[in-house]
């Protein structure tokens, strides 16, 4: 796989003294999920402003497609054209005094056309769920909401690429799992995700590539499960290995059993865990395409109350407005597995351009837990 | 700050948001000048009419708490001020009192004036209170930019605006934090507290300054900002409604 971006022995410091980024080489793959893992303070923001083309690096390169970064106007407009920036703090983003005003801002700096910016203004804000709120002021937001405002201004741009710093810091457990979907769903939809995160439970679950960072350096840039195995690394970096991790660890080494393949997630690990233990037989997993003009609203009843799921944000927004009596809005797909793999039947809406993505998140636990499930689309 | 807030929400709630800014703005000034142009009470009788009419549709019939606590205080003000003008006017004293030897007389003409005043400054506040309560302040610059305002004032005022809410909030923490470690228990600990706190304050706004330059320029900032939804223009609707209100108050105000 190409990689979109890449450090080479990038050097930066601030005035304050000592390198904030010293000989940092990190790659970023194109088309995947990576994560920048690592403590406060471990130049993450200082990369990421780096890839975006807001800092020169004072020794080294940075690379978009292989090509390194020119700092003229026009490459750097190029540049932030394909790649966007979501900071840390929204209001350090947000500086337009209402929500549209805000998201439009990228889109007319690139001087599109009115309709253009319209177009894109309507498809960011309907993404992160606030159309409602397109004509507030901005002072007026929850944090949640000013996060996704701020989400909503990066995706206006439509770039190849999102960097994220740290999109889920400060919000509640609820906002995590959507800001994760919602990253999911864009990364399936062809864009590259990088988030810059120090919690390891997100990466691990989360990340199929993961860059570790420490006092400026990079320590590892690879795949999640040769990261967390390399426990010296992670101590250096002052992070701790995931609970699903050393869970599995723990069970190879009392059990005998093989470590591999690692459970991620909680289905998975259940499923690991209790896969000696007799269940009733494997459920069905239903889905069911809103978008889909054959969609019939009455096959909800036909389910179990927590037995039914929302996945993906049109979905979602598309199920409360039809009042649709839904019990997970997040971690359903998750919530499906953990209910089908007990013999239970779930009910799973979303939209034709993320059944693909359901299908293959099925399909890679029943090749992971050895289990089978039956996959049925409803019409 | 929740004075301040409050307001800004009203505008953007109210239901004259979408009125052109500068249609409003001519309006209001043709209200004020003739309510102080006009002789007789007629004048601000009819602009404080409409100007009570204008509030009430402004802030959609519900005037908030804090907004009757400004107007209380308008009106303390407005009603020491005209028993002051009624009791210090020449001409011949219609009632009079002494206080400890010192006669205080209320003539006609002292009696006219204050009462032309209180309803001049009635008048007047609610026509203010009615452009505060629908005009965000970045319509006003956004519209004034049109009248030829540079557009570096517009924007810095527009950022100003943003950021004051940011300085406000953060102020707000600050004077929380420190009250939290008794920081202002006694007179001397409050003014130590207080230059502490502003000092910082300024050194986190440069810090929130340096951000916000490093997100206008990953947003593609190109030394101008530009503006997505224009507020409506002002037309000649506006124009002729604002100047025939002017010339009728005008009238009644100085013939009838």
């Given amino acids: 796989m190409s990689s979109i971006l890449e450090t080479k022995g990038l050097f930066y410091s601030y005035e304050t003294g000592g390198y904030a980024l010293a000989n940092v080489s990190a790659r970023i793959e194109a088309g995947k999920k990576t994560a920048i893992l690592g403590p406060n303070g471990s130049g993450k923001s200082t990369l990421f402003l780096h890839m975006n083309g807001v800092y020169r690096p004072q020794k080294g390169e940075v690379l978009f497609h292989g090509e390194p970064l020119r700092y003229d106007k026009a490459s750097v407009a190029s540049l932030r054209r394909k790649i966007s920036l979501m900071f840390q703090n929204p209001d350090d983003q947000i500086f337009a005094p209402t929500v549209e005003e805000d998201v439009a801002f990228g889109p007319m700096n690139l001087k599109l056309p009115?309709?253009?910016?319209?177009?894109?203004?309507?498809?960011?804000?309907?993404?992160?769920?606030?159309?409602?709120?397109?004509?507030?002021?901005?002072?007026?937001?929850?944090?949640?909401?000013?996060?996704?405002?701020?989400?909503?201004?990066?995706?206006?741009?439509?770039?190849?690429?999102?960097?994220?710093?740290?999109?889920?810091?400060?919000?509640?457990?609820?906002?995590?799992?959507?800001?994760?979907?919602?990253?999911?769903?864009?990364?399936?939809?062809?864009?590259?995700?990088?988030?810059?995160?120090?919690?390891?439970?997100?990466?691990?679950?989360?990340?199929?590539?993961?860059?570790?960072?420490?006092?400026?350096?990079?320590?590892?840039?690879?795949?999640?499960d040769e990261l967390f195995g390399q426990e010296e690394l992670l101590h250096k970096a002052r992070l701790t290995r995931p609970i699903l991790y050393s869970l599995n660890l723990q069970r190879h080494l009392r059990t005998g059993e093989p470590e591999c393949p690692r459970p991620h997630t909680l289905p998975e690990c259940c499923q690991t865990f209790f896969q000696n233990h007799k269940t009733i037989g494997s459920g069905t997993f239903y889905i069911a395409s809103l978008d889909d003009p054959r969609f019939d609203p009455g096959v909800v009843g036909k389910f179990k109350k927590h037995n039914r799921g929302a996945y993906g944000s049109t979905a979602k927004r598309a199920s409360r407005d039809l009042k649709l009596d839904l019990h997970h809005y997040f971690n359903s797909i998750e919530h499906g597995l953990t209910k089908t793999s007990r013999g239970e039947d779930y009910l799973l809406v979303t939209e034709s351009s993320l059944q693909g993505l359901v299908k293959f998140k099925v399909e890679e636990f029943m090749e992971q837990s050895n289990c089978e499930i039956k996959v049925v689309s409803l019409l | 700050m929740s004075i301040m807030k409050g307001i800004d929400s009203l505008a953007y709630q109210s239901p004259a948001l979408k009125w052109p800014p500068l249609g409003k703005l001519l309006l209001c000034v043709c209200l004020l000048i003739g309510s102080l142009s006009s002789r007789t009470i007629y004048g601000p009788l009819i602009v404080l009419g409409v100007g009570l009419f204008l509030f009430y549709y402004?802030?959609?019939?519900?005037?908030?708490?804090?907004?009757?606590?400004?107007?209380?205080?308008?009106?303390?003000?407005?009603?020491?001020?005209?028993?002051?003008?009624?009791?210090?006017?020449?001409?011949?004293?219609?009632?009079?009192?002494?206080?400890?030897?010192?006669?205080?007389?209320?003539?006609?003409?002292?009696?006219?004036?204050?009462?032309?005043?209180?309803?001049?400054?009635?008048?007047?506040?609610?026509?203010?209170?009615?452009?505060?309560?629908?005009?965000?302040?970045?319509?006003?610059?956004?519209?004034?930019?049109?009248?030829?305002?540079?557009?570096?004032?517009?924007?810095?005022?527009?950022?100003?605006?943003?950021?004051?809410?940011?300085?406000?909030?953060?102020?707000?923490?600050?004077?929380?934090a420190a009250s939290c470690r008794l920081g202002f228990s006694g007179w001397k600990n409050s003014m130590k507290t207080t230059g502490v706190l502003a000092a910082n304050l300024f050194i986190r706004s440069l810090e929130f300054a340096e951000r916000?330059?490093?997100?206008?320029?990953?947003?593609?900032?190109?030394?101008?900002?530009?503006?997505?939804?224009?507020?409506?223009?002002l037309d000649v609707k506006w124009a002729v409604c604002s100047i025939s209100a002017l010339a009728a108050i005008y009238a009644i105000g100085n013939f009838l």
Avoid: C
């Avoid at chain 1, 988030?195 to 390891?200: A, C, P, Q």
């Avoid at chain 2, 019939?61 to 005209?82: C, E, R, S, W």
């Avoid at chain 2, 400890?100 to 006219?112: A, F, P």
């Avoid at chain 2, 990953?218 to 939804?229: A, D």
């Fill in chain 2, 58 to 176: 402004a802030v959609n019939g519900k005037a908030p708490l804090f907004m009757l606590y400004l107007i209380t205080g308008v009106v303390i003000f407005n009603v020491t001020g005209t028993l002051i003008i009624a009791i210090t006017q020449p001409g011949e004293a219609v009632w009079s009192i002494f206080i400890e030897g010192v006669k205080i007389s209320v003539t006609q003409s002292g009696i006219d004036l204050a009462i032309l005043v209180f309803f001049r400054t009635m008048a007047g506040m609610f026509v203010v209170l009615f452009f505060a309560a629908s005009t965000p302040v970045p319509h006003i610059f956004n519209a004034l930019s049109r009248l030829g305002l540079p557009d570096y004032i517009v924007e810095t005022t527009v950022l100003i605006y943003r950021y004051s809410f940011m300085v406000l909030e953060q102020s707000i923490l600050m004077v929380n």
């Fill in chain 2, 212 to 233: 916000s330059q490093n997100a206008l320029q990953s947003r593609n900032y190109t030394g101008s900002f530009p503006v997505f939804r224009k507020p409506p223009s």
């Fill in chain 1, 114 to 224: 009115i309709e253009e910016v319209e177009k894109r203004v309507d498809e960011a804000l309907y993404t992160v769920d606030m159309q409602k709120y397109r004509d507030r002021p901005t002072q007026q937001l929850s944090y949640g909401q000013r996060k996704r405002v701020a989400l909503a201004g990066a995706l206006a741009t439509d770039p190849e690429a999102l960097l994220m710093d740290e999109p889920t810091a400060g919000l509640d457990a609820q906002m995590v799992r959507e800001m994760l979907e919602l990253t999911e769903e864009l990364n399936h939809k062809g864009k590259t995700i990088v988030i810059s995160t120090h919690d390891v439970e997100i990466a691990y679950e989360w990340a199929d590539d993961v860059v570790l960072m420490s006092e400026g350096s990079v320590l590892f840039n690879g795949s999640v």
